[in-house]
């Protein structure tokens, strides 16, 4: 359970990152080349590096903490199960 939490608080971490990164290095650039005033094609690449950098590690974060939720609710359904005797043995 331990590796599962350093990959969701890295995932968020490098979420974050690229986020504040974005905003702090290609403000007001959007990702895709349509703009209505011409823009660098330097901040374009970038905006658009760093915004795949956040979406994917916010993804991973996200399917490491559906995985994690999965397995103690396993576990808590399983531990259940076996404190309830089964209508077999009565």
């Known amino acids: 359970m331990g590796a ?10 490098a979420g974050v990152i690229a986020f504040v990164a974005a905003r702090v290095l290609v ?3 959007v ?16 905006a658009f590096v760093l915004r795949a950098i956040e979406l994917t590690s916010l993804w991973v ?3 490491a903490l ?6 103690r609710l396993r576990r808590i359904i399983s ?3 076996r404190r309830r005797p089964s209508r077999s043995s009565r």
């Open 66 to 71: 559906c995985v994690l939720l999965g397995a």
């Open 31 to 46: 990702p895709v080349g349509y703009a209505e005033e011409a823009q660098a094609s330097w901040a374009v690449l970038t």
């Open 79 to 81: 531990s259940d199960s």
């Open 4 to 13: 599962g939490w350093k990959i969701v608080w890295l995932a968020v971490a």
């Open 27 to 29: 403000p007001d650039v």
């Open 61 to 63: 974060a996200a399917i």
